[in-house]
């Protein structure tokens, strides 16, 4: 649903059309896609896949990066009125990768994945802090518990998403230690010096440049507060004038709603030019003895709900959805979705496999006091 407007309730009504009755149920998937608005899921659709049109000549492609990056915010939530109901479908209510720790189930792993980041910002009872791009706030969830109790305010520009955050805090019993904005990271309608803390979970990629998102990051933080993030970024090994690596990074570029990934050496340049402190930084995802590849979260899972990011999970669900489009009962748009998932599931493997690509760069930075 990728429609500008000035009135948010007019814009909540439109969310409200296109994915129809809130659905907060596991076993919810095949409700929430079939009961999706036809036109609006279409209109989606197309809005997004306008964007995508450089297959062809990735060699020269630097105009088509700078279009999708002016319409990054319009795309992004095009994206993820397309996506969520996918998202949740495979991985929960915590849309991200994580450090495979062995012997430890998937749960158990983004549970601690996220644990990490209140550990390393300190947080404590009664703190104020912000999670930049929130999804359906499973990640702010988590930090809420695993802080005893600082208070999270999660920003996210996709009206859908907002809607779910609300609710699942409503039936969790965190709404005293959570609230919501809908809007745009890039642009915060937040007062400056607002937050103790900072946190992002593999979302500040979405933006259309990153000293756009940490610039305002760096603004609503307070004087000695820290970020903590996990970023999306090709790595020393990716060399984009190689045309198979860049074929591989473009398609994942693709398949999750990203102008451009930025190499991670950028990503610190970056937080720099902002005026941040750099206190940490390493790539989580790299391999060792104890843990096993970060991609195998999609290439070998494990359960029943890992069974559904599988290659074997993931056909399932496209033929089952093929079947379903052939009689007209998914709307347009929802078939289509499935394969661009399922190619971004296969490139972020390979992206994994080759070493050019990591969604796990953490850093550690801090707004200084003077």
């Not at 095009?78 to 969520?84: H, I, K, Q």
């Not at 409503?170 to 609230?179: A, F, H, M």
Request: proline share 3%; glycine share 8%; aromatic share 12%.
């Amino acid at each position: 649903m990728s429609v500008t407007v000035n009135n948010l309730s007019e814009e909540v009504q439109l969310m409200r059309k296109l994915h129809g009755n809130l659905v907060l149920e596991e076993s919810g998937f095949f409700k929430k896609v079939t009961q999706k608005d036809s036109k609006l899921n279409k209109k989606a659709a197309e809005t997004y896949y306008d964007n995508w049109k450089d297959q062809k000549h990735l060699d020269d492609n630097q105009k088509d990066v700078e279009g999708r990056r002016t319409q990054a915010q319009t795309m992004t939530n095009a994206f993820y009125d397309l996506v969520t109901d996918f998202y949740e479908y495979g991985w929960g209510q915590s849309f991200h990768f994580a450090k495979l720790y062995k012997g430890d189930s998937f749960d158990e792993n983004i549970n601690r994945h996220e644990a990490f980041l209140a550990l390393k910002l300190g947080l404590k009872t009664g703190m104020r802090v912000l999670d930049t791009g929130c999804g359906v706030g499973g990640p702010l969830r988590e930090i809420v518990k695993s802080s005893q109790g600082a208070h999270v305010t999660g920003i996210n520009n996709n009206a859908y998403q907002i809607q779910r955050c609300e609710a699942y805090s409503i039936k969790y019993g965190l709404s005293d230690y959570t609230d919501f904005i809908k809007g745009d990271f890039t642009n915060m309608p937040i007062e400056d010096q607002s937050f103790d803390a900072v946190f992002s979970v593999e979302a500040t990629v979405h933006a259309p440049r990153l000293e756009q998102v940490y610039g305002e990051i760096f603004r609503v933080l307070k004087p000695g507060g820290r970020f903590a993030c996990y970023e999306w970024c090709t790595t020393d090994m990716y060399d984009e004038h190689d045309m198979t690596m860049k074929r591989v990074v473009h398609a994942i570029e693709e398949g999750n709603s990203i102008s451009k990934l930025y190499t991670t050496d950028e990503c610190i340049a970056a937080l720099r030019s902002v005026g941040f402190r750099v206190l940490e930084e390493r790539d989580i995802a790299l391999p060792d003895s104890a843990s096993d590849p970060w991609y195998n979260t999609l290439s070998k899972p494990e359960g029943t709900r890992g069974f559904l990011r599988s290659p074997n999970g993931r056909f399932y669900t496209n033929t089952l959805l093929t079947f379903l489009n052939r009689f007209s009962l998914v709307p347009p748009g929802v078939l289509e979705t499935s394969q661009l998932l399922n190619a971004a599931a296969d490139n972020l493997v390979k992206g994994g496999e080759m070493g050019i690509f990591t969604p796990m760069f953490f850093f550690l930075v801090e707004k200084p006091i003077a």
